[in-house]
């Protein structure tokens, strides 16, 4: 018998239906769809115009979606983890509220945050928790209302986020589908570039934090697009050298969808033409935890049983990370 693995066996997802287009950017700061394209490869980005709906809403929808393709019954899932840095509030754990509302009521659940590399840290836990035969199902959700910490009239920032959410389900499987290997890191070093300032213990939310948009996501771009390139084509070269494979083992590299410079430079490193690279960002921009499982989903119907994956992202901490995974089932 195989070891026991960790296989996703079934994915989800869900953007809202609002386009923010580079045109319409263009009437709101000081940009133009040349800049944007160029720069970054996003034509356009969805967000969740719904004063009255948070990142919850996102991730019930993806985790509906999932449920209805797989027939999976919310009844059996022992744990729900969404990955995420725009929680619906601060200290109710919005994996709770999503695991009651989608009927997964024997599940345990909690919120993760690890930036733009939560869902890739996610699928390390659940791996994990599935190889240890403890659990046997688990849904991991990726779910970001980017739009909610977006400061509008700043463009180094508001051209690039979007909203969206995908979930995947975790099962064990024992024919050596699923997880095969893992690098992960971080580096806190990297805060000063890439952060909310204000609304955590260390400087709590005033009138004076708020009159200076201090609640907004800022970013100093270059350094984290700089530390982005070199830290993700390191773990994505490094995760195929010591699994002993070429970039023709490789079926598909799964990037963060940060910016499309970032992505083709880890491409290049890992040799891969873009037939086997997955892209999105130019429909979704930056949807900090949802861009891995939205490519797994808008690429599923061309993944087949046994295909190499390898995932790789980084975000805000610094975080960042790269999974090889075999998938587990043809569509
Ligand atoms: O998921 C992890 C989170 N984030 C990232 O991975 C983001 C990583 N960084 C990036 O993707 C890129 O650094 C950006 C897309 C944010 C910026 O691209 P860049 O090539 O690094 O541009 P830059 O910041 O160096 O700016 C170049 C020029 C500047 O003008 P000058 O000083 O050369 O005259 C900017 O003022 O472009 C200007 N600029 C813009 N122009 C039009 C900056 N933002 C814009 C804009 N539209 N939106």
Redesign the pocket.
Known sequence: MTDMKAAITAVGAYVPEYKLTNSILETM????DE??LS??GIQERRILKDPDKGTSFLAIKAAEDLIAKSGVDPLEIDLVIVATITPDQPVASTSAYVATQIGATNAFSYDMMA??SGFLYGMSTAAAYIESGRYKKILLIGADKMSSIIDYTD??TC??FGDGAGAVLFEPNFEGYGLQDEIMRSDGGGRAF?RIEAGGSLLPTSHETVENGQHYVS?D??S??KH?VNNMADVAEQIVKRNHMSNEDIDWLVP?Q??K??IDATAKRVELPSEKVMVNIHKYG?T?SATLPLCINDYESQLKQGDNLVFAA???GFTWGSILLKWAYNS
């Open positions: 700061v000081d940009t133009n800049w944007i720069r970054t930036a733009c463009r180094a051209i690039i890439l970013q771009g270059k984290v697009f982005a963060h940060a910016n410079r970032i930056n900090t980084f975000g805000g």
